[in-house]
């Protein structure tokens, strides 16, 4: 069974074994920002994921950060964003991290 859930006011739809990525990368004042952003539907249709991997320099040197997220598909519609206007995943997070080189070289 497809998946078909809202990211912010898009609409996606994935087949079951099927993998969306998205990434962005800009120029900044301070240096560089990336983003990447992968949706996953595992391959029995019933659970998505979904990862965002940031990675950027700035005044304060280099920063990444990771999320992973899962939802089972009956739950893809069930969180309501006012912004956007939409009904969108009840995402759980599943693993994180932060990671500011600067301040680990720093000793902090």
């Known amino acids: 069974m497809n ?10 739809t994935l087949k079951p074994g099927q993998t969306l990525t ?26 998505l994921t979904r990862t965002i991997d ?10 990444a950060a990771f ?6 598909v009956t739950q893809s519609a069930a969180r309501w964003n006012e912004y956007a206007r939409v009904f969108q995943p009840a995402w ?3 693993n994180e991290y932060q990671r500011d080189y600067t301040a680990e ?4």
């Open 22 to 47: 998205w990434s962005r990368f800009e120029q900044t004042e301070e240096g560089f920002a990336s983003c990447h952003v992968t949706f996953e539907l595992d391959r029995h249709g019933e659970l």
């Open 92 to 94: 759980s997070s599943a």
């Open 105 to 108: 070289n720093e000793g902090y």
């Open 3 to 12: 998946a078909r859930f809202y990211d912010g006011q898009t609409k996606i």
């Open 67 to 72: 999320l992973e997220q899962f939802c089972p």
């Open 54 to 63: 940031q990675e950027g320099r700035d005044c304060d040197g280099r920063y």
